[in-house]
């Protein structure tokens, strides 16, 4: 790795500043030390005060408007999952629970806060990931990760999006009921959802089951018609979320950035092609003297962060060019 690394961030990194990516890199990066030592560090630390202070009993987040960015329970969910947090921690799991009671539909989809329930794209992709990120695996995962290969589209993404435009979601605002762009699944003129194919992507991956190595390849060749720079209109949303895909930020719930981005493409096995090395040289380019990334993605689903370098965005960006230089080795040894 350190060939691509204009300096050492592992020390800045591992410093205790920020407790969850101190646990995440030292479990990542140095697989023989004492992870249970800094996990119980992880949940005595202020972070775990953090989560607790915004919790009901042990459900994380706002019970009523649970699908809410940065306050709902599905955010704080998935906060709290990608921090490093399992189901060895109570929150992780009645949070889950009440999630999957909630929002969990019997086609193993989950929905948004509207009514009727409809299973969205993205959010099933999004609760599963976390959910098997927690370590949380039953039948509801076994579900969820059904309901994304039954969903898998011609293009090799993901929609199942209730938003046609507009109107459908200033119906969700006012009126909590979801529109019928679900509907359009069938549609080959239709494109898939960038977001949803990432979010459904990365729940089959976190899976870790090779029988869904043929669905995550079909992914990676959709991920691979899109303009990450928007300016073809290939990389917008029905939902009229906003995205940035090419300014680093960690994404956390609906979002992708370009780091993310290439780890998907890296575990499909598509490391090597041209493309991918023009978005990596991107990233590695965007590093400052000290190896270390600054967070330029603010919009709703990312980690909000202040001005300066990110141990997130970092730590995002090492656990790519892990990938990445393993990949390298393989094909060298081959």
Known sequence: MKK?????PIPWLTDGENPAVTYLTSKEFFPAGDHDELYNRLITSPLTDYFRKNSTGNVLGDLKNFDLFHRGS?????LAAESGYDSRTDFLKTTADYLCMKSQLPDG???FNWYPPVSVGCRTGDMIKGMIKAQINDERTDAGLSWIIKHQRHD???LHCPFRGTPDIMKLIFVKKPGNGHMDDPDINIPSCP???????SALIESNKNEYNEAVTSAAAFLLTLDLSGKKGKCG???GLSIDPMKPGYSVMSQF???SFLQLLTAAGLSEINRTGELFNHVIRMQDTEGRWQSHNSNQGMIPEKRGASRWVTLNALRMIKAVSWKENQLEKA
């Open 4 to 8: 691509y690394l204009n300096g050492d």
């Open 74 to 78: 599905v955010w704080f969910f998935l």
């Open 109 to 111: 989809g989950f929905s």
């Open 156 to 158: 090799g993404g993901w």
């Open 195 to 201: 977001v949803a194919t990432c979010a459904c992507m």
């Open 237 to 239: 949303t029905r939902c």
């Open 257 to 259: 950035d370009v780091i």
